[in-house]
């Protein structure tokens, strides 16, 4: 027993020793001096504005590249050569945000040294999990979060993204060097967009398979802003993607108010399976920005690590009740009998109280419970006040197009088990202007010819509805594949009972608890009163 314990004392000694010898990383986090060079060389440049936790912890920084101003210019980052001889298996990581439109072209080029030419870096071996990434490479449409219709927008701090890229095939046994690359379209008016922000780039060559776990938030999402102090609850999942097992994920996080900066960590709970974790942030006062991450690695030493940031502002939720009362129930919005459905609610600016909003949840009320979930997704878009009604002859439109113009803001599965409000928690707050009617867009996405067919649920949900005097619910289905311009459209006056959940105007009062004082054990009889001091 002894030698064995000696023995695996030792492995553990040699172990990182080992390691090292086998895997190769070189970084960039732009932080101090860098090792990249740009053409022109005013076409990318250090920014203190945007970044991650890098090297630095007094002078933080990434790179940003602006978008040119003349069509078929383009700005270049060009990185030094990397050695990979030796090494069978190479992944490149990088964190970005690329605020530059849909119009213009980004790539990530490679060579070997000692070549003139450069090539894309094959579209098969990118790891991540942008939207466009196959037809144009990055762009504001790759993340929702992006704000592809707004060229104006600034980033906010929660926008970054990790990418990853399998080079083996590619680098994997040579010297080979990268740049990143932003060319300018023909549209106009375009490099009035921020950017490509780049931060803690990596190039990680090993004699072992190299297969980055896949870390990534969940709902409820906690960012951008938010309206009450905290404890904040943060939701990820984190699994590996070899056979090695995963290590516990630690959430960290740096608080910083009034120039002032906390730092900490907290150790995950797994909450189910063994990829879904949790973890809560304490409380904070309002004025506080969080700035927070979780990184995911396994026993072989892969990692990957997601990012997001909130601030705290004074405020206080209310509940607006839409439409109560309804005391006929069916499926609609849905069709659950159909593989899908589509349907748009319309919501009046009236009912809405004909002031701007910030909207937070939207809840259906349930009249018949399933055993089981289904696909669902929900889209918020405004139209013209004087949009009252649909009519089959002018808003015939294909979904695709409808949807252009609207926010998804929930793409996941939806559980009608309690015959009560159930909330739809939107991914982010939606800004309502108070002046338009309000379009609730819904998708149901079961494939087959049926929810049940299809696995999802054994018995369907009922939601309550009242008969309104206009027809404010238009809906399709159809089996096996969505409903299309040429689907039967059904123009109806079953208007779904609505909840939404709102954020209302700042208001000047805050409060909270800092402390209950009472000892954890005492002694008491039946019949004595025990004060607590709060």
């Known amino acids: 027993m002894k030698r064995f314990f000696s023995f695996v004392l030792a492995m553990a000694l040699i172990f990182p020793a080992l390691y090292s010898q086998v895997v190769q990383t070189w970084t960039e986090d732009f932080d101090n001096t860098i090792s990249f060079t740009a053409t022109p060389s005013n076409s990318w440049g ?23 101003a003349y069509p078929g210019n383009t700005a270049i980052l060009e990185t030094p050569v990397y050695d990979c001889a030796g090494y069978d298996y190479v992944i490149l990581k990088f964190n970005h945000i690329c605020k530059v439109s849909p119009s213009d072209i980004t790539r990530i080029e490679y060579r070997e040294s000692g070549s003139s030419n450069w090539d894309s870096i094959p579209l098969d071996y990118y790891l991540g999990s942008a939207s466009n990434y ?37 680098a994997n046994g040579f010297q080979i060097q990268f740049r990143f690359v932003i060319e300018r379209g023909t549209s106009p008016g375009s490099h009035v967009s921020y950017g490509w922000l780049i931060d803690n780039f990596q190039l990680i060559a090993a ?28 939701w990820a999942k984190v699994k590996a993607e070899t056979n090695a097992p995963v290590q516990i994920p630690v959430l960290k996080y740096e608080a910083i ?50 990012m997001s940031a909130y601030f705290i502002m004074k ?126 867009m819904l998708e149901q996405n079961c494939g087959s010819t049926s929810c049940s067919g299809a696995g999802y649920m054994t018995t369907y949900p009922d939601f309550y509805y009242s008969t309104t005097p206009t027809s404010t619910l238009w809906h399709k289905n159809s089996d096996n594949s969505p409903p299309t311009i040429s689907t039967t459209l059904d123009i109806t006056s079953a208007h779904p009972d609505l909840r939404i959940n709102v954020i209302s105007a700042v208001d000047s009062h805050s409060v909270a608890t800092s402390s209950i004082d009472i000892h954890d054990t005492i002694a008491v009889s039946p019949s004595s009163n025990i004060p607590v001091i709060v």
């Open 46 to 68: 250090s920014n203190s504005i945007y970044y991650l936790p890098g090297s630095s912890t007094t002078n933080p920084k990434s790179c940003l590249g602006t978008v040119p």
């Open 134 to 170: 196959w037809m144009r490479g990055f762009n504001a449409a790759s993340y929702p979060e992006w704000e592809a219709k707004d060229s104006t927008a600034f980033p906010a701090q929660s926008w970054w993204k990790e990418e990853s890229f399998d080079l083996r095939g590619i």
């Open 207 to 234: 004699k072992h398979q190299l297969y980055p776990p896949i870390v990534e938030f969940v709902r409820p999402f906690v960012k951008d802003t938010v309206y009450d102090a905290g404890p904040s609850e943060i």
């Open 257 to 306: 108010s009034n120039g002032t900066s906390i730092e900490d960590s907290v150790v995950m709970t797994m909450v189910e399976g063994d990829s879904l974790w949790k973890a809560n942030i304490p409380p904070f006062v309002a004025g506080t920005k969080v700035i927070y991450s979780i990184t995911g690695q396994d026993t072989m030493g892969n990692s990957t690590t997601a």
């Open 315 to 440: 405020g206080r939720k209310e509940s607006v009740i839409i439409k109560d009362g309804g005391t006929s129930s069916d499926s609609y919005p849905f069709t659950f009998n159909y593989g899908y459905s589509r349907s748009m609610v319309l919501v009046s600016a009236k009912e809405l109280g004909a002031t701007p909003r910030k909207l937070a949840t939207i809840a259906l009320r349930v009249a018949a419970t399933a055993n089981g979930s289904f696909p669902m997704k929900l889209w918020l878009k405004t139209a013209l006040a004087s949009k009252t009604t649909w009519t089959s002859s002018t808003d015939n439109i294909e979904w695709s197009l409808l949807t252009q113009d609207a926010t998804l803001l929930y793409d996941s599965n939806f559980y009608c088990n309690k015959t009560e409000w159930m909330d739809i928690p939107l991914s982010e707050i939606f800004n309502y202007n108070g002046v338009d009617n309000l379009v609730i």
